[in-house]
């Protein structure tokens, strides 16, 4: 059963990652480095689910910075299930019916991941078409507040309220509204199943994707098999961008004006290393030492600059592909269950889990986990992917 | 036997732009005001914040980039500068590196062209003030997030004074654009010194040192001199200058070494994801030239020619666009151009070193400076009186109408002609000696009568319109 970091309001109905920001709350970010730091306003997402009349029931327990696979390394301990497996606290409370909805931060595919193992819907909308004021940053050129509920109807509702222009962030598309689909259409669509991301799975879970792909068939969509060959080089660009993006935007944490500050020093500098050694987990040293060497003066042009060219590659094959296809279906992970694994291997698997999950986050396409598996769908084509969910639903795909 | 050396500088200049208000945040840019009352959680760098480009800050810097005869980039960006100081709040500094606004001009300062390599905008960092009593330091953030321009040169300049000049030109240019006040005093204006020194005819250039913290225009040339003097020192006994960022300090009027090559930062820069890249678009380029104002040259050729004014006096007008700007409104109210030109570069400039005021911070009302002109100049009030109503124009009492101050204080001059006549005929009367030798040939004599007759005035006619009368009832 996942945490409640913080007891809001009883009454509430919606979880919000702790990555998020509640104005007056502790928001610490799964970290210790942000302990005790209370935030002078909301997220914007917040303030507009706030304003269209739901509470927000909690913060739910997220890894550090959300940078790991399932919420292993809260800092309230990991998120696990009556059998020991990772869960993602947000993922469970829906699933367990405690709230509505949820809010997450998708840098990693986290809460992607998390949908897909808990039988629950996690869409990770169109980068720029919902707001990150309010985000405690990481990744931002890629990351994105999407919604955690348990049917695409539901996951639509909440969106709605949520998407739309905001002027405090700078990255905000201009519409105010976006087309979310009604749930209808779907025979006829023609989906991709991209054979690179299929291939690299368990087993079990090539045949959940298999075995999704032939009830698709029976709504009448056509279901081919497609290949991206960039996939692994996007997670390489992917990881590299999010290594890099998170190691600038933690550097201002540093023990001085908010969060947490070691007992234990004698002079500033002792203060400034202490706090981090103390406050920051094995992950997030070892991204940030990843990041700060691809920002390296040799190393721009060859590791950050390179990956800034694969994303436009990436970018362009995916587009390609969407000519011709309404979505593209693969797994979400490699596996159909986690258990807490040994810190050692902690940067390996996140790293090697986000080849199911990179396109979305390089690329800023919308992407939804639902059924179990996971669609990608073109720029601002959320719709595609609500109703092909829904859709799926509806014939006990479930 | 003594080497002819050759200095060779280049110049890092930052201009604080005097938008209202931040360059992504809402925060006033006023100077001063208590530490950190100008803040806002964007410009303290609090998690969760998002900068939001100003578009005056883009309006003023494409503003700049054509006025320094720059290539506007059409796809400008921001990019990220990792350094991590207490003065900067994110540890990272939003700046441009790879694709600055501008690139490509130059500034001729008379004959001498000045290449500009590039120009970026960027935020300003807080300041650090540092008890002297104490071992602490207090952050003041009310500067972070300022705009800010980096005017980037080539090594074009050979002497201190092509640097001033260049200075002086840049300070003309963007003031009158409006952008910026350029004020070193006050931090609005900086410079970074690159030097190296090469003995003279050769070609290559010289290890260069920077130095930073030079903060009035007699720095500069302070810190010119001794860095020229230091280096050709250590090369000329045999040594090697090194490569380094060195601090100048203008009480000891010397620098010192603060950190060598080796040692240099890396800033880790990438670009900005939090904006986007900016598309400039046709429009907006032309509006940006549409707004240039007639610069201080064209305005100086113009004001010769408009005004028959000496040269010399219109380059002096027309130094300042403020300047220039009263002139031409001073004299649109009826004042005659040769008489404001004279006051405005003879008489205000002495009025105000005597009130130990600057000529930015004043502004006096143009109809009332013309009326002042035009009384003083036709006689009707005093030169001294007309220097004394300056005084009162230019000091901070406030506004008043020269007519009524003139009237309340009596400084208008007798137009009481029959008591100038009276005056005029005691003075004949009373003086036959010199009246005599006046009219024997001794023109000279009158001088005397004169001073008589103006004693008597106490001051309340102008010697013209005395000697005009004295010289009338001399004749008759
Ligand atoms: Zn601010």
Known sequence: MGQFVTEINANGVIAVDDTIQVKG?????????????????????????????????????????????????????????????????????????????????????????????????????????????????????????????????????????????????????????????????????????????????????????????????????????????????????????????????????????????????????????????????????????????????GRYVTCYDKALRVRRLVWEQVKGLFKDFDALLCPACSRTEYRPYAIADAFKTVFEESLFTAIPNLTGVPAMASGGVQCFADTLRESSLLNLAEAMEGSGAK | MSERWETVIGLEVHVELSTKSKIFCACSTEFGGRPNTHCCPVCMGLPGTLPVLNRKVLEYAVRAGLALHCDIDRETRFDRKNYFYPDLPKAYQISQLYRPIARNGYVDIGAKRIRIHEMHMEEDAGKLIHSEYEHETYPDYNRAGVPLLEIVSEPDFRDSAEVLAYLEKIRSLFTYLGISDCKMQEGSMRADVNLSVRRAGETALGTRTETKNINSLRAIEHAIESERSRQIHILSGGGAVVQETRHWNDDLKTSTAMRSKENAPDYRYFPEPDLPVIFIGEDFLQAARDSLPEFAEERQARFVEQYALPPKDAARLTVRRETAELFEAVVSRGAEARHVANWLIVHVPHVLKTLSENAEDIAPDPSELAELIRRTESGTVSRADGLRVLEALLSTDGPFRVSDYIRERGLSVNNDESALEEVIRRVIEANPKAVNEYRSGKTKAIGFLIGQAMKDLQGKATPATVRERMEAALET
């Open chain 1, 25 to 297: 709350y502790e928001t610490r970010a799964g970290s210790r480095i942000l302990e005790g730091f209370k935030p002078l306003f909301s997220a914007e997402t917040v303030e507009r689910l706030e304003g269209a009349g739901y509470a927000v029931a909690g913060k739910s327990a997220v890894g550090e910075f959300g940078l790991d696979l399932l919420g292993e390394f809260a800092h309230g301990g990991p998120c696990l299930d009556a059998s020991g497996a990772l869960r993602g606290a947000a993922a469970e409370l829906v699933a367990a019916g405690q709230v509505r909805g949820a809010l997450n931060v998708d840098l990693n595919g986290a809460p992607r991941r998390a949908a897909a193992l808990s039988g629950v819907d996690f869409l990770k909308p169109t980068y720029g078409t919902v707001s990150r004021y309010g985000v405690i940053p990481c990744a931002c050129s890629g990351e994105q507040v999407g919604v955690t509920a348990k049917t695409a109807g539901a996951v639509r509702e909440l969106l709605r309220v949520i998407a739309g222009h905001d002027p405090k962030d700078g990255t905000s598309l201009p519409a105010e509204t976006y087309d979310y689909g009604n749930g209808k259409d779907v025979p006829g669509m023609r989906v991709g199943l991209v054979r690179e991301l299929t291939d690299a799975a368990s087993d079990d879970m090539k045949a959940r994707v298999t075995a999704y792909a032939e009830r698709m068939r029976g709504l009448g969509v056509t279901v081919e098999e497609v290949s991206l060959p960039l996939a692994e080089a996007a997670r390489t660009a992917w990881n590299l961008l999010l290594c890099a993006e998170t190691c600038n935007n933690v550097s201002r944490y540093d023990g001085v004006k908010f969060g947490y500050r070691s007992p234990d020093y004698r002079n500033i500098d002792e203060l400034y290393v202490n706090s981090r050694t103390e406050g920051l987990n094995f992950l997030t040293k070892a991204v940030i030492l990843y990041g700060s060497d691809a920002l390296s003066k």
